[in-house]
Structure formats: C-alpha cells, structure tokens
C-alpha cells in the first residue's frame, strides 16, 4: 500500500508542476509581451523554453508512467471512462503544447535578432504570440479538466 501512495504522491506532483509551470510560462510570456522590449521577450522567452524543457517535459514524461503504475497496483482497467476521456485530453493538451513550444523558440529567435538589430519586433513575432495565446486555452484547459477527473472521477 505505500508503494501505491508513493507512486500517487509522484503522480499528483506531476500534475501541480504541468499546472504551475504553465500558469507560470504563460504569466511571464504575457508580462513580457507586453513591454513590447524585444530585449526582455528575449530573455523571458529564452527562460521560458528552459523552464518547460525541464519541468514541463520531466512531468509531460513522468504522468503516463506513475498513472499507468496506479492503474496496475489498484487493479483499475484502462476502460473506465474517466481514465479514457483523460487520456483524450492528455493527447489534446499535447497536440496544443509541442507547437507552443516551438513557437516560443521561434518568439525568443525573433526578439533576440530584433535586439541585436535595435529593430522593432516582426510581425511573425506577433503573429506567433497571438498564436501561441490561442494555443494555451484548449492545452490548459484540457490539463484542468484532467485534474477534476482524476479528483471526482465522475463516470
């Protein structure tokens, strides 16, 4: 049974770092965005591509083999509808999240080059913000509505 509560105590971790760290990207992203500094975007974005390699991408790794675990040590079948629409989700919130990150390394790219430049920001810089913007309703959303289920577990 500790085995259990270990492998849940990783899993729920998981999850409050997906959230946090993306609540988090997204804040600082927005902040700097707004300054309209290509410098600061610059440095904000380059933090923001390390933040999620590191965090993001260890829980993004790390959910599907401590739910798995959780699955097999409470004997739960796949089946149950709340894992599969969570699953579901998990692959919605992914297919909104790779693109994010790579155009925030194309945002970083751009600002960086508009600062060495001493140039304004490009259009493509904002056609990619407002982009990646659109981007974090659905990929966030699905990740909250992930959380509820695994709580609730409703159906």
């Known amino acids: 049974m500790m085995l259990y509560f270990l492998v849940k105590y990783l899993h729920v971790i998981g999850a409050i770092i997906i959230l946090g760290t993306g609540t988090g990207i997204a804040f600082f992203m927005l902040m700097a ?31 599907p083999v401590t739910g798995g ?33 790579f155009m925030q390394i194309e945002m970083r790219d751009l600002a ?19 982009r990646w913007f659109a981007f974090g309703f659905p990929g966030f959303g699905a990740t909250m509505v992930i959380l509820w289920l695994m709580i609730a577990k409703p159906f």
């Not at 508009?114 to 810089?125: F, H, M, S, W």
Request: charged fraction near 15%.
């Open 33 to 63: 965005h707004r300054t309209d500094n290509a410098e600061f975007i610059a440095r904000t974005a380059s933090v923001v591509v390390i933040a999620d390699a590191i965090f993001t991408l260890s829980a993004v790794m790390l959910q």
């Open 69 to 101: 675990l959780l699955m097999m040590l409470s004997s739960t079948s796949i089946m149950e509808r709340w894992i599969l629409a969570s699953l579901v989700l998990y692959a919605v919130a992914g297919l909104f999240w790779i693109p994010v990150v």
């Open 112 to 130: 960086r080059k508009a600062a060495e430049q001493k140039a304004a920001l490009p259009e493509r810089y904002f056609v990619l913000f407002r």
